[in-house]
């Protein structure tokens, strides 16, 4: 075998050689009687020819390599996301699986780490009482109940959607995220400061919730979009409080009164819906005002109140216009 030091055709042999010159004849262009080269070749000495191929051929190799696997790393990426995706919105929607206990009773089915007990029996028949008086009741819709304090679907629904409600609507899921005493009725909330309040009344407002979706679409009910917040949570607050409205020594125009007082000494969004219960921002209460107002005093169903596009603003001032006038008669 011949030298490679004594081929004129080095580095790449015969072979290359040949290649080379099929190549070079198979790009040139006839022009008249000339022959021209295309500009990226024209100036390649003959012993560059065959190591300028084979760098070119590399080049390419390592062109489409870099493509392939910058669209493998992009499948791979996009194809994780949506898995976690998938399994978190699965975690949030259906959690069930988590819980230890489970108790069902006529439409609820109730999920807790904790033992179940039937003093929460009585308050699920009394939350049902309140929502069977509500225009948008479903009498076939299921509960889930999930009681969740200190558990790890509480950690992870922390983390997704943001600590501080003591409760919240998912679907059917009706989860409590604070600790509760079923034999007294208590929840206890810890977010903007310690107190306790009526669970029947929670779990009335939450499964409100649940049937605003179930009625109107989750499209038109979800965490990024949803109606005014007076609309969204004065109609829960409606039903929910109706044990306080429908008592004989109530009176809106005194409960108006004390909402204007109680907003103008606020320092911030949070008010005293009851005496000796819990804060809430200021939109819970204001809003059942008006739906309140809307439903008792001039007759609208929710089903307007939603449709309605008169301004917040609007709908507050001709509340309080209306409060003004029957103070002035009765003056």
Request: with cysteine; aromatic share 12%; glycine share 4%.
């Amino acid at each position: 075998m011949a030298h490679a030091g004594n081929n004129i055709f080095a580095p790449g042999g015969v072979d290359m050689w040949l290649k080379v010159l099929l190549s070079l004849f198979r790009s040139v262009s006839w022009t008249g009687r000339s022959f021209k080269f295309p500009p990226d070749r024209k100036y390649l000495r003959w012993w560059q020819a065959p190591r300028h191929f084979e760098l070119q051929n590399r080049r390419q190799l390592k062109t489409i390599y870099m493509k392939r696997t910058i669209k493998r790393v992009f499948a791979v990426t996009t194809l994780t996301i949506l898995i976690t995706i998938s399994g978190l919105a699965t975690i949030l929607l259906f959690p069930q699986p988590l819980f230890a206990n489970k108790m069902e009773h006529k439409q609820f089915t109730v999920y807790s780490n904790d033992k179940i007990t039937a003093d929460i029996v009585p308050l699920l028949d009394n939350a049902m009482a309140l929502v069977e008086k509500s225009e948008i009741n479903d009498p076939n819709y299921q509960y889930d109940i999930l009681l969740s304090f200190n558990s790890l679907f509480n950690k992870i629904d922390d983390k997704l959607l943001g600590f501080g409600p003591s409760a919240r609507a998912t679907d059917n899921n009706v989860t409590i995220k604070v600790r509760v005493d079923t034999k007294r009725d208590l929840f206890f909330p810890t977010f903007h400061r310690k107190c306790q309040s009526s669970l029947t009344y929670l779990l009335a407002h939450e499964m409100i919730h649940c049937l605003q979706a179930h009625k109107y679409g989750i499209t038109k009910f979800n965490p990024l979009k949803h109606p005014e917040m007076w609309k969204l949570e004065g109609y829960p607050e409606y039903v929910a409080r109706q044990p306080k409205l429908t008592n004989k020594s109530y009176n809106l125009t005194s409960e108006i009164d004390r909402y204007i007082e109680l907003e103008s000494k606020s320092a911030d969004l949070w008010v005293l819906i009851e005496e000796g219960a819990c804060e809430a921002p200021n939109y819970y209460y204001k809003g059942r005002l008006m739906v309140e107002y809307l439903m008792d005093i001039k007759h609208w169903s929710y089903d307007k109140i939603l449709n309605d596009t008169t301004s917040t603003n609007s709908v507050y001032e001709d509340m309080i216009n209306w409060r003004n006038e029957l103070k002035k008669k009765k003056n």
